[in-house]
């Protein structure tokens, strides 16, 4: 690992880590935690191990790259709902569904270590699709909790 992959983790590990700690400090409900914490954890672990060992290939594999798209539908999708769990709810589902787009580009254009290798990456994919739909449907129960709420 060079000296601008670390640079770039650590910058990364710490934006991560202020919208953890700041979504705790506004954010009382524990579902929404709950939800966050999730979502932030799918991706923590996806820029962890991108930048440990690469996900497709090894880490300076282009085919990568669909791992920022992901990345970067959730971000602008977070400043756009402005992290309300309605909005988030589909932010979090459609990152989701870029992940499942992203093992079908890999099975379908065989990209990665033939073999075990694809079965690897597959295996990582389901793992945060599993993830992001738990979040989204964390995020969900927010947003159904708060209309109760507000019918009582």
Same mark, same amino acid.
């Given at each position: 690992?060079?000296?601008?992959?670390?640079?770039?983790?650590?910058?990364?590990?710490?934006?991560?880590?202020?919208?953890?700690?700041?979504?705790?400090?506004?954010?009382?409900?524990?579902?929404?935690?709950?939800?966050?914490?999730?979502?932030?954890?799918?991706?923590?672990?996806?820029?962890?191990? =991108?930048?440990?060992?690469?996900?497709?290939?090894?880490?300076?594999?282009?085919?990568?790259?669909?791992?920022?798209?992901?990345?970067?539908?959730?971000?602008?999708?977070?400043?756009?709902?402005?992290?309300?769990?309605?909005?988030?709810?589909?932010?979090?589902?459609?990152?989701?569904?870029? $992940?499942?787009?992203?093992?079908?580009?890999?099975?379908?254009?065989?990209?990665?270590?033939?073999?075990?290798?694809?079965?690897? $990456?597959?295996?990582?994919?389901?793992?945060?699709?599993?993830?992001?739909?738990?979040?989204? =449907?964390?995020?969900?129960?927010?947003?159904?909790? =708060?209309?109760?709420?507000?019918?009582?």
């Amino acid at each position: 690992m060079n000296v601008s992959t670390v640079l770039e983790f650590l910058i990364l590990f710490a934006v991560i880590f202020v919208t953890f700690y700041f979504v705790y400090r506004v954010n009382r409900n524990k579902r929404y935690r709950q939800a966050i914490s999730l979502a932030l954890g799918a991706i923590f672990v996806s820029l962890w191990v =991108h930048g440990a060992v690469g996900i497709i290939g090894d880490s300076a594999d282009p085919a990568n790259l669909m791992y920022a798209a992901v990345l970067g539908i959730g971000v602008l999708g977070a400043a756009v709902t402005r992290l309300k769990p309605e909005g988030m709810s589909w932010v979090v589902t459609l990152m989701a569904v870029g $992940v499942g787009a992203i093992a079908l580009i890999v099975t379908i254009g065989n990209l990665g270590a033939p073999g075990s290798g694809r079965i690897t $990456v597959l295996a990582f994919n389901g793992v945060l699709i599993a993830l992001l739909l738990a979040s989204a =449907h964390r995020f969900r129960q927010v947003k159904s909790d =708060h209309e109760e709420g507000e019918a009582a």
